[in-house]
């Protein structure tokens, strides 16, 4: 599995949409879009950096398949 695709599990395991992603950490709706889909690498940084503003407490849930 690729980062896009954990950010996308992330944000559902949340229950956000894209739109309030994209509020809570400042990234643009397109952005967050091409990451989820993989069409652009998400950088390590920025992908602790969304998890963080979001609330993500366990790292573990997110990468267990």
Do not use: C, H
Request: hydrophobic share 35%; no cysteine.
């Amino acid at each position: 599995m690729k980062g896009g695709k954990y950010l996308k599990k992330i944000r559902e395991q949340k229950k956000l949409t894209q739109l309030k992603t994209s509020q809570l950490t400042g990234r643009p709706i397109p952005r967050l879009s091409e990451w989820e889909n993989d069409l652009y690498a998400i950088k390590l940084v920025d992908f602790i950096d969304i998890a963080e503003k979001v609330g993500v407490k366990d790292y573990n849930s997110i990468f267990k398949d």
